[in-house]
């Protein structure tokens, strides 16, 4: 199934999504922290732009997407480690959900992770993943708020390691 990010925009808007620039590297370099211990003796995080949340917890807000194409939800959602399928929601119109649905290891590979705990590859798990909406057309309050919480909530997780799952 092919699925058209640009649905719920003019054409003319669709085609310029299409060619703008999201991040300027030169004027913004992309750090790069070197880890301090061997991966094995990491705690790792996960961290989804697949707009996953539980099923208890406020959905990410697609209706005002809906209403307003340039924007999207800059909020997070933490899902606890070993959430159930039937616990875990989708909300994001920008990819097939059904997938999500179905088994949401493939936009939060936490299965693999447990796996690589269980054999020791890794030193552990944080007790919680964090998922964002990835489409972020204005990024700017994810940039400089959101980005900036999910950081320090990774810390407070005490994760030496974060694994990206884009959307």
């Known amino acids: 199934m092919t699925i058209n990010s640009f649905k719920f925009m003019s054409k003319t808007l669709a085609e310029g999504m299409k060619a703008w620039p999201y991040v300027d590297t030169k004027a913004e370099p992309i750090p790069w922290?070197?880890?301090?211990?061997?991966?094995r003796e990491c705690r790792l995080?996960?961290?989804?732009?697949?707009?996953?949340?539980?099923?208890?917890?406020?959905?990410?807000?697609?209706?005002?997407?809906?209403?307003?194409?340039?924007?999207?939800?800059?909020?997070?959602?933490?899902?606890?480690?070993g959430i159930r399928q039937d616990e875990i929601r989708?909300?994001?119109?920008?990819?097939?959900?059904?997938?999500?649905?179905?088994?949401?290891?493939?936009?939060?590979?936490?299965?693999?992770l447990e796996e690589l705990h269980a054999g020791s590859e890794i030193g552990g798990i944080t007790d919680h993943h964090l998922s964002f909406m990835g489409y972020q057309p204005k990024p700017g309050v994810f940039i400089r708020e959101t980005a900036p919480r999910m950081t320090d909530r990774l810390i407070e997780m005490g994760a030496d390691l974060v694994l990206l799952s884009p959307g």
């Open 33 to 39: 922290t070197p880890l301090k211990k061997q991966v």
């Open 45 to 81: 995080a996960l961290v989804s732009a697949g707009g996953l949340y539980h099923r208890d917890n406020t959905p990410f807000d697609m209706e005002r997407e809906r209403q307003d194409p340039l924007w999207g939800d800059p909020t997070f959602r933490e899902i606890p480690r």
């Open 90 to 112: 989708t909300a994001h119109m920008h990819y097939e959900n059904a997938h999500a649905r179905q088994d949401y290891n493939c936009m939060l590979p936490a299965a693999i």
